[in-house]
């Protein structure tokens, strides 16, 4: 085990802007931006799908999928969605759901699934006596019905190598594995050198459908 639970940093901002400074890592970052109704509308012109989540929270708490589509813009929290016919009405719910905190808006991403379900995966990195160490490298895929994939939220964990198999076939297996763990040293050194004391990451990683992965979010208390 790490020898005390090491610095926190809730912001999920601030260790975006950290990942965002390094060339090697921002390539694997989504677009990720504080919300506002005005960056709502922008970046669902160009992507079309976002997801929008707390600066400060945990277990898929509060995450908010919203799409825009020929038909108008939806959102969907947990298992509900809501539909509207214009952007107005989609602000006015949102408004309901994100005044009390802060909230970041991030470029939505089409994960690989494993039988129709969403799957992305948890690197725990740990620092020890003899240096930081894995200590998980799992797959976590989203409960039927949801697009979060938290434990918490009724999500299922397997071996990530059974996870890349399953999603992308078993010629994926060694390289997104060792791309993860790559991404992983670079993303805390960066970390470690800009937030000097942490020593608990947990890196949540999503692979895409065409099998590009991408560093959704850091915590510094994983569970």
């Known amino acids: 085990m790490a020898d005390h639970a090491g610095r926190q940093l809730a912001s999920k901002w601030a260790k975006t802007e950290a990942l965002l400074s390094h060339p090697a890592l921002a390539d694997h970052v989504p677009e990720t931006n504080r919300y506002s109704p005005a960056q709502l509308r922008r970046m669902l012109d160009v992507h079309s799908f976002v997801v929008i989540k707390p600066v400060v929270g945990s277990g898929g708490s509060g995450v908010i999928k919203v799409t825009k589509s020929e038909g108008g813009f939806a959102y969907t929290h947990r298992e509900t969605t809501k539909r ?7 602000v006015n719910s949102l408004r309901g759901r994100t005044a009390r905190r802060r909230y970041l ?16 995966y948890r690197v725990k990195y740990v620092k020890s006596f003899r240096g930081w160490e894995y200590r998980a490298l799992v797959g976590r895929i989203a409960r039927r019905g949801l697009f979060v994939t938290n434990l918490s939220q009724g999500g299922d964990m397997v071996l990530a190598g059974e996870g890349i198999r399953a999603s992308l076939g078993p010629s994926s297996v060694k390289e997104k594995k060792r791309k993860m763990r790559e991404l992983t040293v670079i993303a805390t050194r960066v970390l470690e050198q800009r937030y000097p004391g942490i020593s608990q990451l947990g890196f949540d990683y999503g692979i895409d459908q065409q099998g590009k992965i991408w560093i959704f979010e850091v915590n510094t208390r994983p569970h």
Do not use: C, H, M, Y
């Open 84 to 90: 509207f016919t214009s952007f107005g009405g989609l």
């Open 105 to 120: 808006i991030q470029k939505g991403i089409r994960l690989a699934e494993v039988n129709g379900r969403p799957i992305d």
